[in-house]
């Protein structure tokens, strides 16, 4: 669990502004994935990244930004935040087609006041 | 998409009792079925998973189901304790890409 780590733990933001979610993982995994969690919705994909410089949204992309140059960075972007955005962003890895178990950062709560 | 539906939304039991928590999930492609707890403020972490060419898997006093043809999953804990208390989320998808049950807030009473 130690390989992803997120940054930062806990901000508080206000509307409007440019928030950045850093996720970094060590071990070289292909896939990666943000997550938003939220009372009464579950794990609720955002976007994910087969490999470096290749993105797809997924379930609830819109306001938000992505890219993944490097393999092991995959930093999440909300680009004016809303109150609605206020959450808890998980970033995720997986290797597919050795193993596709899913491992977790430890999160990112985040507060849009 | 594949879509999951997952049931009970919370489950109290008491101590050594069994729990069962159901998915079902609609894309017939989906390969992989894995199963998280999550403790309060903690991460989600795998516990057990399937695949689809599999019926069951044991581990220790977990088990995952799995009836393909029904398109639906369960998760079965046996002698339930304290420290099972958790929300558990199933998992179906495949090639990395997982959609998540809304979770089972599971109570086990001692």
């Known amino acids: 669990d130690a390989g992803i780590t997120q940054s930062p733990r806990y901000k508080i933001t206000e509307t409007g502004r440019q928030v950045t979610l850093m996720c970094h993982q060590t071990?070289?995994?292909?896939?990666m994935f943000w997550y938003r969690q939220d009372l009464g919705h579950g794990l609720r994909l955002i976007y994910y990244?087969?490999?470096?410089?290749?993105?797809d949204k997924g379930e609830v992309p819109d306001g938000y930004v992505v890219s993944r140059s490097k393999t092991e960075n995959f930093p999440l972007t909300l680009e004016s935040a809303t109150r609605s955005q206020t959450s808890v962003y998980f970033c995720?890895?997986?290797?597919?087609?050795?193993?596709?178990?899913?491992?977790f950062g430890p999160g990112t709560r985040l507060l849009v006041l | 998409g594949e879509n999951v539906e997952q049931h009970p939304s919370t489950l109290s039991v008491q101590e050594g009792d069994s729990a069962v928590i159901k998915c079902t999930y609609s894309d017939s492609a989906s390969n992989y079925f894995p199963w998280y707890k999550q403790e309060l403020g903690k991460r989600p972490q795998l516990i057990i998973d399937i695949r689809s060419n599999v019926g069951e898997k044991k581990d220790q006093r977990i088990a995952v189901t799995l009836n393909k043809t029904a398109k639906h999953f369960s998760l079965h804990i046996t002698e339930t304790q304290p420290e099972d208390s958790a929300v558990y989320f199933c998992?179906?998808?495949?090639?990395?890409?997982?959609?998540f049950g809304k979770g089972t807030k599971l109570s086990v009473k001692p």
């Open positions: 990244s087969a490999a470096a410089d290749i993105t």
């Open positions: 998992g179906g998808g495949s090639q990395g890409n997982l959609i």
């Open positions: 995720a890895s997986s290797e597919p087609g050795r193993k596709e178990t899913q491992y």
């Open positions: 071990w070289s995994h292909s896939y």
